[in-house]
Structure formats: C-alpha cells, structure tokens
C-alpha cells in the first residue's frame, strides 16, 4: 500500500490490516457471496462440459469445477490458484484436483484439453512479459488440439469509473460483513489501482486490500495470442455469444493452439 493510500486511513481508531485480495481466511468466505453465480459462469460451464480435461487458472473456490462434477463431468479437472485460504473451500470436493500455486508450477507436458481463466484472472497479469510467460506456460499444457477461454473488461467504455461502492455478505455465524472498493486510480501502462476494505462487527480491524488490474485492447490481446502461439477462434462481446464491438463491456476469447 502506498503512503499516501495509509494515510487516507489515518483517522480509524486502529490502522485496518493490509492484505492480498482474498489470501486472507475472513474473506475468502464472501467471495462466491461477492461473486455469485452468473451467465459468465453458465458460458465457462458449457465448455467445460464438453472437455474430457480442464484446468481452471485462478478458479478461487472452484465454483465452476464443483459444478460440473454435479452436472456429471466424469474427467479430469484441475483448479489452479496461489490463495490457499480460497483452495481451502473449494477442497469441500475431493474428486477435484486442487493445486495450490501459480502456472509456474504446472508439470510439463500436454495435460488438458480446456485452459479457463475466470472471474478477469487475465487482468492480473501487469506487464509484457508477465502475459507472456503465462500464455507460454498454458500453451505447454494444452493438447494439440486444446483450447484456451477467458475474459478482460474492455478498456474502452473507462469501466473502472463506475467501480467505487459496497456490497454486503453474511458470514457462517450471521455476522454481518460489507466490502467496499474505497479508492480506485488510473495509472499509465493501462493498470488501474482498487483499494478494497472490508469491515464487520466482529473484527476489531477492518481489512484493506489493495490490488492492480491491467486493461488491454483487443488488438493487445490478439498480438499476445499470436506471440504465444495461439490463434483467435472465437471472439465474443457478451456471455450469449454477441458480437464484440467497442462498446462491448467484456473481451471473451477462446483459442486454439496454432
């Protein structure tokens, strides 16, 4: 967190806690509350369905996964994610594979048929290279014939500029919880910057997490697919499968290993 960002909190009797999003166990909980069920969910479902092996990257508490398995997905599916207090909900199924790490930690080799990223996972990659290396890295784990998905907010409808509110949860107790993006700041390079804060009756400090997310064009995104070996198969501007234009708030790809 910056000095600036800290000293915005000066005047709280104690100084909130910082944390990574979601890395701490109090949250994790609110996240699918945060996050629910929706027709971005239904899009990523269908696909995994019709793929005999699935790797979700960042799949938080593995929503997607634990569904299909109730839906009758009887192959492989592999959840990927670097916050264990997240994997610690999603574990609750056990006929799914839960990895707890970053691409980085992949074993070599062709494995999946189907590569996700959910939820604007893509966003967290901030630079270049760091796109890179990951679009490398789902690449040698995708079968000849393998497919990637996944989404980014379009940055040309500025959708940041509308991120400032709350939102409520309600923790297994009844206790009440409210996040709210506190701040939020364009930066150079397309990142934008949310400082996040969470607070509850029964927390004797709020929490605050601050994050960066970086927004990339679609002709951004297509130049790192054709860098990484992938070629655009689907392009989509909505989760019912609309065209994509300027206007569109999501960029959803899917690709293929070229």
């Known amino acids: 967190m910056t000095a600036g960002s800290a000293a915005a909190y000066r005047d709280a009797v104690l100084e909130p806690e910082i944390s990574d999003d979601y890395q701490d166990p109090r949250l994790a909980v609110f996240y699918d509350q945060f ?26 508490t593995g929503a997607i996964l634990k569904r299909a398995r109730e839906r009758g997905h009887t192959g492989r599916l592999v959840g990927l994610d670097p916050a264990d207090a997240m994997l610690d909900h999603a574990r609750s199924r056990p006929d799914i594979e839960w990895v707890h790490g970053d691409l980085a930690t992949l074993p070599a080799g062709p494995e999946f048929d189907l590569v996700i990223m959910t939820g604007h996972v893509f966003q967290v990659f901030l630079t270049d290279d ?8 789902i ?10 998905a996944f989404e980014t907010l379009n940055p040309l409808p500025r959708p940041w500029e509308g991120w400032l509110g709350s939102f ?8 009440p919880v409210t996040g709210a993006n506190a701040e939020v700041h364009s930066r150079p390079g397309g990142i934008v910057h949310v400082i996040g804060r969470f607070s509850s009756p029964t927390w004797e400090r709020d929490i605050v997490c601050p994050s960066d997310f970086r927004f990339t064009t679609a002709a951004e995104v297509d130049a ?10 689907e392009r989509y501007g909505t ?20």
């Open 35 to 60: 996050n629910g069920w929706g027709a971005d969910r239904d899009f990523y479902l269908d696909l995994v369905m019709s793929a005999p092996s699935v790797l979700d990257v960042g799949c938080g």
């Open 168 to 175: 409520d949860g309600v923790a297994p107790d009844g206790t």
């Open 139 to 148: 690449q040698a784990a995708l079968s000849r014939t393998g497919r990637l």
């Open 224 to 233: 790192a697919l054709d860098a990484a070996g992938f070629v655009v198969a």
């Open 130 to 137: 760091q796109i890179a290396a990951a679009l490398a890295a």
């Open 239 to 258: 989760w019912d499968r609309g065209p994509f234009t300027d206007e569109s708030a999501e960029i959803i790809t899917i690709a293929e290993v070229r």
